[in-house]
């Protein structure tokens, strides 16, 4: 298992998750390099599974985690989604709704939990990303 990111505007980095301490991640300057350059994510890849968790930085403490297993997983609390922000995923305009948002400590607790249970952390709530009721759409177009 291995946590993908952009340590520089130039450099993406792969480490062995397993010898990551994920809370670095948060802090600066790590934070500004990988939620900045590259693809703007933490991608913590299974390899040759379908597994992987993707957290993208959305604001102070908030972040949204995307999962890709058995199906296209978010996190969802269940609120209104008429509150929403507008980031990149990928290069790309995205939208994501605050209700999809996570803290800090809940993004690092899912990726510990998922690097070492290879699963998706059941203290989230967790919802098909095509079931949130989201009227503004997650894509522009």
Not at 56 to 83: A, I, T
Not at 124 to 133: A, G, Q, R, S, T
Request: net charge negative.
């Amino acid at each position: 298992m291995k946590i993908i990111f952009a340590a520089t505007n130039t450099e993406i980095k792969e480490l062995d998750a397993h010898d990551v301490d994920f809370s670095l991640f948060f802090d600066e300057p790590i934070l500004s390099c990988w939620s900045t350059y590259g693809n703007g994510q933490l991608h913590l890849d299974g390899g040759d599974e379908i597994l992987s968790l993707s957290v993208e930085y959305v604001g102070p403490n908030q972040y949204f985690l995307d999962w890709h297993y058995d199906g296209r997983m978010v996190p969802y609390d269940g609120s209104s989604c008429d509150e929403y922000r507008n980031i990149e995923m990928g290069g790309d305009p995205f939208r994501v709704p605050l209700a999809c948002t996570v803290d800090t400590h809940t993004a690092i607790r899912a990726l510990t939990y998922s690097t070492k249970y290879r699963q998706r952390d059941p203290q989230i709530n967790w919802e098909l990303m095509d079931n949130v009721p989201f009227s503004a759409n997650w894509y522009d177009g």
